[in-house]
């Protein structure tokens, strides 16, 4: 477990109160990459050395100068006192001193007579990154208005698609899966929206907003995706550097899971909890699903459907695709198959009725699936595709040529959006992830076939060749992948010999 990181974000309200400000993360940053969030950031050591008055908590004059300090620098507000006498051609200087590095934030200020005045940052509460983060930040939350005569933009790559948004308008778009919400952003554009009525109360938001982060922080254990998509990360032993496995919950009121597979109690009653919470409402669980017959994916499944059973008298199947449920005999308990072409019926939380289409996608596993929401675009591709890194195609099980067709696959479905795999987070831009995911094996693929020409002949000859940096433990794994590669070679060259 990493220790988090302190961190400041800032909760912009448009002048005359309708809107909040809120962008894209820029995909190609690790953490929450393409994500919508506020402007904020970790705290600097300098930020302690700004002039915050009105404030006598130390501690909060750092984090409030981190907060207005970032928000400069990615939108271009400059949240100080004394700030009306620069001109518009000032401000970009300024900017550009404080993204380069020339001076530190604190001399900046200094230097042109400006503070921060404490008052004009409300305290919004403070969010704990949970567990399962790889990168972890203690985050507080500041509310303020923009100042007179500044307007956003873009100021450097992190966040785009910077906008004025309706709380309201916000959470739509969150709950039809059109944006990605990391969760503090989430509860925060939900409570901005109770009191935007007919502008928004930027005390009572604040006082909400805090409340409710005192009682939830370090309680979170799920992200919610989209209105009927949460994903639950859970520890298991997978393969480093993940360390959890992504169990979905889908629908409300009619709902499946897929990959409840931690085997550690603890992190079972996580998910207990949600399915708990589910059923309160009247939910019904129709399927506990395994995606495939890796050790990551399987293992409590029976103790999900054991729970259903004596705290809520549901007696709910556990499937798999049948080339799954054949080789897990003996290791866990299938009570029906589940495969291309089939579609689980399900209820979202106010009981409209959507389907989930359940795809037989090969590769990394002769009976993977994955699972597609194709009203929201939404895919969840399992271990054929993740966050970061890239998937292990292990023959005889995997198989590259079966792996290829299947991403090409998902990237044709029509409407995709959006994708989330079984390890790290969820990705928005789907078509560019998996047009990455091939265009990384297709590259692979020819350094191996160069590899061959030049005389390397064993498996491990050739990866030695190719992956020069890797830590020597991993080895093992780019040798099976090599295989895969080659196998795939012969299969083409004998295919293209044939044909001639
Ligand atoms: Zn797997």
């Not at 939108?75 to 200087?93: S, W």
């Not at 029906?336 to 996608?361: I, M």
């Not at 196998?487 to 001639?500: I, K, M, V």
Request: proline fraction near 5%.
């Amino acid at each position: 477990m990493t220790t988090p990181l302190d961190a400041a974000s800032l909760i912009l309200i448009s002048r005359d109160r309708r809107d909040v400000l809120w962008a894209q993360r820029n995909p190609a940053i690790s953490f929450l990459g393409g994500y919508h969030s506020f402007s904020g950031g970790k705290l600097e050591p300098d930020d302690s050395r700004c002039d915050v008055r009105n404030e006598h908590d130390a501690e909060m004059r750092g984090l409030k100068a981190c907060a207005v300090r970032e928000t400069f620098e990615e939108i271009g507000v400059l949240l100080v006192r004394n700030g009306e006498k620069l001109t518009k051609g000032q401000f970009p200087l300024l900017h550009d001193d404080l993204v380069s590095g020339r001076e530190p934030f604190s001399k900046i200020l200094e230097h042109w007579g400006l503070w921060i005045d404490g008052r004009d940052l409300e305290y919004a509460g403070c969010w704990t990154t949970p567990e399962f983060s790889p990168v972890r930040f203690k985050t507080r939350f500041f509310i303020s208005t923009v100042p007179e005569k500044q307007e956003p933009y873009a100021a450097i790559g992190e966040l785009r698609n910077i906008e004025f948004v309706e709380p309201s308008a916000a959470v739509r778009r969150w709950s039809s899966s059109e944006v990605l919400v990391a969760p503090p952003v989430l509860f925060s554009v939900r409570a901005l929206n109770e009191f935007a009525n007919p502008s928004i109360s930027v005390a009572k938001s604040s006082q909400k907003l805090r409340a409710h982060s005192a009682r939830m922080d370090g309680k979170i254990h799920h992200i919610e995706l989209n209105s009927r998509l949460s994903c639950i990360p859970l520890r298991t032993k997978t393969l480093p550097p993940a360390t959890h496995t992504n169990c979905f919950i889908v629908g409300s009121r009619r709902f499946v899971v897929i990959d409840p597979a931690s085997r550690e109690v603890s992190e079972q009653e996580k998910l207990f909890g949600l399915v708990d919470d589910l059923v309160g409402k009247g939910g019904v669980c129709d399927a506990i699903i395994v995606s495939h017959l890796h050790r990551d994916h399987f293992g409590g499944e029976s103790v999900l459907k054991a729970y259903l059973r004596s705290r809520h008298e549901m007696e709910v199947p556990v499937v798999a695709h049948p080339l799954t449920v054949e080789s897990l005999k003996g290791e866990t308990e299938f009570h029906g198959t589940v495969g291309e072409g089939d579609t689980y019926k399900l209820k979202d939380s106010e009981g409209l009725p959507f389907g989930l289409e359940v795809l037989h996608t090969p590769g990394h596993a002769r009976g993977h699936l994955s699972f597609f929401d194709p009203e929201f675009g939404f895919l969840l591709t399992m271990d054929n595709v993740l966050s970061h890194g890239s998937v292990l195609i292990d023959p005889p099980e995997g198989n590259m040529e079966d792996y290829l067709a299947s991403l090409r696959r998902m990237r044709e479905l029509e409407g995709l959006r959006s994708l989330c795999g079984s390890h790290g987070t969820a990705v928005s831009d789907a078509k560019a992830k998996i047009d990455e995911y091939i265009e990384h094996r297709l590259e692979r693929e020819r350094q191996v076939a160069k590899a061959l020409e030049s005389g390397a002949r064993s498996a491990e000859e050739i990866a030695g060749r190719i992956y020069t940096d890797l830590d020597p433990g991993l080895m093992p794994l780019a040798v099976r992948s090599v295989a895969a590669h080659l196998e795939r070679l012969e299969q083409t060259s004998s295919d293209r010999s044939a044909a001639g």
